[in-house]
């Protein structure tokens, strides 16, 4: 069993619609929580960062951590096709190395 | 305010052969960590770089290794080049604080290409 799980997809919603992501996890040390969004070809970027437990919230996009469930989750609203892309969960415990799930690509259609 | 930058960008080798890739760091970040991406995966830790030294690294054989220079850029190896080897390379650097919350910040990847 993988440290992280995330949903393959693909994920089709239409222009407007919110998008809602998640990951599990199994390793309770985790503590820092990431979503990155990567492009084909390109490099994931970071879109939102958490420490422990809670709700963070930063323009369109929303992050939950709940980690008595071990689940994290990230909203984005009012979807745009440039929202087209692979979404990435990823978490850390205190030291440097990040722990990634596999991915979930969202096709947002105009 | 450059990000971090790599290179090259694609890399053609056979097996057995030898690579190197190369990554500068964004601007004031002296640490460098290495992940693999292989096709429809997430990203797997390989090392990270702090102080010229080695400070941690995943579950990756001796056959990968690295180097960073005193400039903070840094180098990753990989001899003996396997067909599974063929992935995505990414470069993440950051700058190391006393607090914890330490940002990673990824370039865009070398794709190599084992044939």
């Known amino acids: 069993q993988k440290e992280v799980e995330q949903d393959p997809g693909p994920l089709s919603v239409p222009e407007g619609a919110i998008v809602s992501l998640n990951c599990t996890y199994s390793?309770?040390?985790?503590?820092?929580f990431m979503w990155y969004r990567q492009y084909s070809r390109k490099g994931p970027e970071l879109l939102m960062y958490?420490?422990?437990?809670g709700n963070k919230e930063d323009g369109r996009f929303t992050a939950q951590v709940d980690k008595s469930s071990k689940y994290i989750s990230l909203f984005i609203r009012d979807s745009q096709p440039s929202d087209s892309a692979t979404y990435l969960c990823?978490?850390?415990?205190?030291?440097?190395?990040?722990?990634f799930g596999g991915g979930t690509r969202v096709l947002v259609k105009p | 305010d450059a990000g971090v930058t790599q290179s090259p960008t694609h890399l053609i080798k056979t097996r057995g052969q030898q690579v190197t890739l190369r990554c500068s760091p964004k601007?004031?970040?002296?640490?460098v960590s290495w992940y693999q991406q292989a096709l429809g995966q997430g990203p797997q830790f390989i090392f990270q770089?702090?102080?010229?030294?080695?400070?941690q690294r995943g579950n990756f054989p001796d056959r990968f290794s690295g180097h960073q220079f005193p400039n903070y850029s840094s180098e990753l190896n990989v001899n003996a080049l396997l067909l599974g080897d063929s992935a995505l390379y990414l470069c993440?650097?950051?700058?190391?604080?006393?607090?914890?919350?330490?940002?990673?910040?990824f370039g865009s990847g070398t794709q190599l290409s084992v044939l």
């Open positions: 993440a650097s950051s700058r190391k604080t006393t607090a914890t919350n330490e940002k990673l910040f």
């Open positions: 390793n309770s040390a985790f503590q820092y």
């Open positions: 958490t420490y422990s437990s």
């Open positions: 990823a978490m850390r415990a205190a030291g440097n190395k990040l722990t």
């Open positions: 601007s004031g970040h002296d640490t």
């Open positions: 770089y702090y102080e010229e030294e080695e400070r």
